[in-house]
């Protein structure tokens, strides 16, 4: 099965349970449009290299697509596209006026100069201009892209439009129109997920515990605010490692010695376990920030944690799934929790839109009361439906989206 048609199971139960005929099943299942491209680069060497990229919009019933873009060795198509279909129902739980898009580039960015990095970003931008723009659809950063990219992204569409666009890509520097609070904003979300399923299991989270798959930027964000409300962290990994202390480890410390040496392995006082031994520690709360298909069949009886708040995009398969909910596991998952980047980008876009910007200390309590609304949501579906939290995000979002369809005659 791939993973597009896996990304398809929660969201087919839930139309089950909606009792919504199969339409909506064959709505979903085609985004409305995918771009590949090929961009040529003059790489250090004098040679050109052939890269290949996408951008996929899943839907623009409730706005504008949206939805980042990665850098990765093993981007492809059929991962593009479930990634856009789940921003369509990430937006949705969340309540932004927006559709869901993806876009990608085939390349491991660590094995290009600066210079080839800009190159290829500007080249990818040049062919993808026709279907992007602030009302059209508005990229973001996703794995291995960031502020830096998102700016070369910005002067070049502006270039090709010879005209300001500050709005049609969101995640930029605070000078190029950026949001403050929008670097965190992804790890702020999976930590209020987090706090919000603490509340309901009645955890005190100063006497809870958190282990952090990856140190990216939402992984790290993740580790440091719940930190911050008294949780221990007592596991975090990267590519090159997992490190284990079960007293806990300050992410501030922990981010400081990646910027030091750039991994988090040998942090002191840590000792190393395997990124599979991460995943089965006895805690309260398991946070999957890396990669899709972490928690598999294979795994997931091993897990111990009570709660999953997830912040990348599909760590869990719908196996997994079900013998997560067997045993009891509170999953808060990726459409909830890893909202807060993209309600955010919202945030940045609307700012951008009117040319008016607002202090991060307001920016943080619209995050939170978004964010803390669509929990409630979700929760209380799946209370009603009796399903879990993903299934219920689902059903949280398809009627947000149906309705939109049925006004604007799709269905
Ligand atoms: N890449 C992030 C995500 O998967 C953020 C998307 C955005 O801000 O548009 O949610």
Redesign the pocket.
């Known amino acids: 099965m791939d993973l597009f048609e896996m990304s398809q199971i929660p969201l087919n139960e839930a139309i089950k349970v909606m009792k919504l005929d199969e339409t909506v099943a064959d709505l979903f299942v085609h985004p409305e449009r995918t771009m590949e491209v090929s961009i040529p680069v003059r790489m250090d060497n004098g040679k050109t290299k052939v890269f290949t990229g996408y951008r996929s919009q899943h839907s623009t019933v409730m706005g504008p697509a949206?939805?980042?873009i990665r850098y990765h060795q093993n981007v492809n198509l059929d991962e593009v596209k479930t990634?856009a279909f789940w921003?369509t129902c990430?937006c949705a739980v969340a309540g932004l006026p927006y559709g869901g898009g993806k876009g990608g580039i085939i390349v491991d960015p660590a094995q290009l100069s600066e210079r080839e990095l800009e190159a290829l970003t500007r080249g990818y931008i040049d062919k993808i201009a026709p279907i992007i723009g602030e009302k059209k659809d508005?990229?973001?950063?996703?794995v291995n892209t960031n502020a830096k990219i998102m700016g070369w992204m910005m002067d070049e569409f502006s270039k090709i439009n010879n005209q300001y666009e500050p709005g049609f890509i969101?995640?930029k520097a605070i000078a190029l129109g950026g949001s403050l609070g929008r670097v965190a904003a992804?790890g702020r979300g999976v930590m209020i997920a987090a706090m919000q399923a603490l509340k309901v299991l009645k955890i005190n989270p100063k006497k809870a515990t958190c282990a952090v798959q990856g140190f990216g930027n939402v992984g790290c964000w993740t580790a440091k605010l719940l930190h911050d409300q008294g949780v221990k962290i007592v596991a975090v990994s990267d590519v090159y490692g997992a490190i284990y202390n079960e007293k806990g480890m300050n992410p501030y410390e922990i981010e400081a010695h990646v910027q030091k040496t750039g991994s988090v392995a040998r942090f002191k006082g840590s000792k190393p376990i395997s990124n599979e031994k991460l995943l089965e520690l006895p805690v309260d709360v398991l946070s999957p920030c890396a990669l899709e298909l972490q928690i598999t069949k294979a795994n997931a009886k091993k897990i111990k944690a009570k709660i999953i708040s997830e912040g990348a995009?599909g760590p869990t398969t719908p196996d997994a799934d079900k013998i997560l909910k067997k045993a009891g596991v509170l999953v808060v998952p990726d459409i909830l929790a890893?909202?807060g980047?993209?309600t955010v980008?919202y945030f940045e876009w609307v700012q951008n839109l009117y040319r008016y910007f607002w202090k991060e200390e307001e920016v943080i309590e619209r995050q939170t009361e978004i964010m803390e609304k669509a929990f409630n949501e979700v929760y209380d579906a799946a209370k009603k439906h009796n399903v879990d939290m993903r299934v219920a995000a689902y059903i949280v979002a398809i009627s947000r989206i149906t309705e939109a369809m049925k006004l604007r005659g799709i269905y």
């Open positions: 949206k939805g980042g990634l921003m990430k508005i990229p973001a950063p996703d969101t995640g992804t995009n890893n909202g980047g993209v980008s």
